[in-house]
C-alpha cells in the first residue's frame, strides 16, 4: 500500500494560507483590543506612554509564552513596547544559541560581563 499523499495544488496553498493569517491576526486583535481596554497604554518594563499612531508600538507579552492562554481577566498578559517585548523573549537566549544557565544553575539571561572588569589587576600598579 502506497503512502504517497497529493500535495494540494498552488491555488489551495495560497486560500490555506491566507485562511491561517486571517486567523491569527482575528485572534490577536481579539486579545490584543480585550488588553488596551484593561491596562493603561503604558509599556510595562520600560515605562513608556503610547497613544494616537504610537499605539501600534504596544503589543500583548503572554507571560507564560502560550498564545492560546487568554483569560477574560487579562491576568496572562502585560503590554510591552516593541523592544521591551523583543526583549522579553530573548532573555536567556545568547547570540542565538538558545537558553544558557545562569550561574545560580536556574533558566534565565546570562549575566553580562564587562571586558574591563579586571583591567586594573590585569595592568597592575604602574
Same mark, same amino acid.
Given at each position: 500500500?502506497?503512502s504517497?499523499?497529493?500535495q ?8 490555506? /494560507?491566507? !485562511? @491561517? ?5 482575528? &485572534?490577536?486583535?481579539?486579545?490584543r483590543?480585550?488588553?488596551?481596554k484593561?491596562f ?6 520600560c515605562?513608556?506612554?503610547f497613544?494616537?499612531?504610537r /499605539?501600534r !508600538? @504596544?503589543?500583548v507579552?503572554?507571560?507564560d &509564552?502560550?498564545?492560546e ?8 498578559w502585560e503590554?510591552?513596547?516593541?523592544y521591551c ?8 537566549n ?9 550561574p545560580?544553575g ?12 579586571n583591567l586594573d589587576?590585569?595592568?597592575?600598579d604602574?
Amino acid at each position: 500500500m502506497s503512502s504517497f499523499k497529493p500535495q494540494p495544488d498552488a491555488g489551495r496553498k495560497a486560500q490555506l /494560507l491566507a !485562511e @491561517l493569517h486571517r486567523d491569527v491576526d482575528l &485572534r490577536q486583535q481579539g486579545y490584543r483590543m480585550r488588553a488596551l481596554k484593561l491596562f493603561p497604554h503604558v509599556c510595562a518594563r520600560c515605562g513608556r506612554e503610547f497613544s494616537g499612531k504610537r /499605539l501600534r !508600538e @504596544l503589543t500583548v507579552h503572554h507571560m507564560d &509564552r502560550n498564545h492560546e492562554n487568554n483569560p477574560p481577566d487579562g491576568s496572562n498578559w502585560e503590554l510591552l513596547c516593541l523592544y521591551c517585548h523583543d526583549d522579553a523573549h530573548d532573555a536567556g537566549n545568547f547570540g542565538g544559541m538558545g537558553d544558557v544557565r545562569s550561574p545560580n544553575g536556574g533558566r534565565g539571561p546570562s549575566p553580562i560581563v564587562s571586558p574591563f572588569e579586571n583591567l586594573d589587576r590585569l595592568l597592575g600598579d604602574k
